[in-house]
């Protein structure tokens, strides 16, 4: 349960971070189309989780509590493509090359097929 609590408001922190963080991007609104707050989530949460990651991995610094907080709850809610990026970095540095481009290539393709298809059952419903 103490986890649960931890990483919870962690999550919590995380998801109010990010939307401040795509509120304030909107002020730079720009003619790309290009959504600048979600760039700047995911950059900036790929960036803390690689710092964080080799951290928590060559000092005592980080706690597993205080690991739970920063990256499973404020940068899982902040956002996940941090996750993604560090993992999938995490098998091209093991020598895992197919697993690295398979991941990728399944995360694009299946994501983007789910959104498609949520959107297109939504419209089927609301028919």
């Known amino acids: 349960m103490r986890d649960i609590i ?3 408001t962690g999550g919590f922190i995380g998801a109010v971070l990010r939307y401040f963080a795509i509120l304030s991007m909107q002020l730079f609104k720009s003619k790309t189309h290009i959504p600048m707050g979600t760039l700047l989530v ?3 949460g790929c960036l803390l989780i690689g710092f ?4 928590a991995e060559n000092s005592k610094l980080i706690s597993a509590d205080t690991r739970n907080f920063l990256v499973v709850g404020i940068l899982g809610a902040f956002t996940t493509f941090s996750t993604f990026g560090y ?3 995490s098998l091209l ?3 895992l090359n197919i697993q690295f481009a398979l991941n990728i290539a399944l995360q694009l393709v299946l994501g983007f ?3 498609w298809g949520g959107m297109h059952l939504a419209k ?3 028919r």
């Open 6 to 8: 931890i990483i919870g």
């Open 42 to 44: 995911n950059v900036v």
């Open 52 to 55: 964080l990651a080799v951290t």
């Open 87 to 89: 993992e999938s970095v």
């Open 93 to 95: 540095k093991s020598g």
């Open 113 to 115: 097929a789910a959104v």
């Open 124 to 126: 089927l419903i609301a």
